[in-house]
Structure formats: C-alpha cells, structure tokens
C-alpha cells in the first residue's frame, strides 16, 4: 500500500525541483553537505513546546491533531505539505509555522539541521498577532538508533517578528516514520 498521496508526490516532486534550482542559483554555505532520509515519511510529536514573544510571556504548544506529518525526498521534508502547521496553545491560542524544509550536515559543528523557509512573505498566527516568519529557522536534528527515536530541538529558535518583538520556539520533537519507525538523516 502506497501512503504518500499523489498530491503529496507531486509536491515533493516540486520541492525537488525548486530546491534544484536554488542550489545552483545560490550555493549552499561550505560547511553545508546535503543530507538525506532513511524513509519517505515523517511524523512529529511532542509533549508540548514553548513559545515567547521578546523572551516573555511563555505559552506551551502541542500540535493540534496531536502530531504533524507528512512526506520526504532525499533532503527535502513537507510537513503539513505548502501550508502552515497549527499548534494550540495555552491562553488559548494559536502559533502557525511553515515545515516545509531541507536537511544538511554542518561539517563545522558536526550536526545535521533541519532548516525551514519563511514562507514568501505571508503572516501568520502567534499568541500574541500575526507575525512575519524569519527567512531560515534552524533547529538540530539528533539520530535516534534501536529503540531510541529520531529528535528535532529548538532552542530558542527565531520563528520571526511581530508586534512587540520576536517570536521563539524552544522544545524537542520526536521523528519518527508516519508508521512510528525509526526515521533517521545520513550524509
């Protein structure tokens, strides 16, 4: 049984495409080496993270759905697919964010980043307003092995700026294959 979507393979076939041509358009940073998945699917959860806005004001988020998933291709992760994910948020609230993302090894800091784009200008929704995502987030990517799964952490991580200051996400999440197996990064 195939899982990905036709949609979804048609997407990634674009993302493909797009990031293509990005590369050879912009070269990617000398301590930059692609990086690929072990698997065509991706699942993220977690028990909740925290978002600030300035470093005040925390908020925890949990995915609304209880997880985000989606597909991959080599490098390339669509997480909730061209559209924003929503987590809910204690106040209550709302904090949307972009996953559609590129995976590389940093040769520098010996460390695979999971790097979403900003989204081309289009808002979206924090606690506390809109807000304008950032060009590039950046968060660490950790193989898991055995029985130890995947994980994806933010660390007081820009998201981007709106009314009142930044908006930051800090926490973990788990990466596993939509089917809860071990997903991974190689380079």
């Not at 209550?92 to 559609?100: D, V």
């Not at 900003?118 to 060009?135: E, R, V």
Request: aromatic letters at 8%; charged letters at 10%; glycine letters at 14%.
């Amino acid at each position: 049984m195939n899982i990905l979507s036709r949609k979804t393979k048609g997407c990634l076939a674009l993302m493909a495409v797009v990031t293509a041509v990005a590369a050879v358009a912009s070269p990617a940073s000398a301590s930059e080496i692609p990086a690929k998945f072990s698997a065509s699917t991706i699942k993220l959860t977690t028990t909740g993270m925290t978002v600030k806005r300035n470093g005040e004001d925390p908020r925890t988020c949990t995915p609304e759905g209880g997880s985000f998933s989606g597909g991959t291709s080599e490098g390339i992760a669509s997480v909730g697919g061209f559209y924003p994910v929503s987590f809910k948020c204690s106040g209550p609230s709302t904090l949307q964010m972009n996953f559609f993302a590129k995976v590389v090894w940093d040769t520098v800091a010996s460390k695979y980043i999971f790097q979403t784009g900003g989204g081309a200008g289009a808002s979206l929704i924090s606690p506390w307003g809109s807000y304008s995502p950032a060009a590039s987030v950046k968060s660490t990517w950790v193989n898991g092995s055995g029985s130890t799964n995947s994980t994806l952490k933010f660390e007081n991580t820009i998201l981007g700026n709106g009314t009142g200051g930044n908006v930051t996400l800090t926490g973990t999440f788990t990466a596993t294959t939509s089917s809860g197996g071990l997903l991974t990064l190689s380079h």
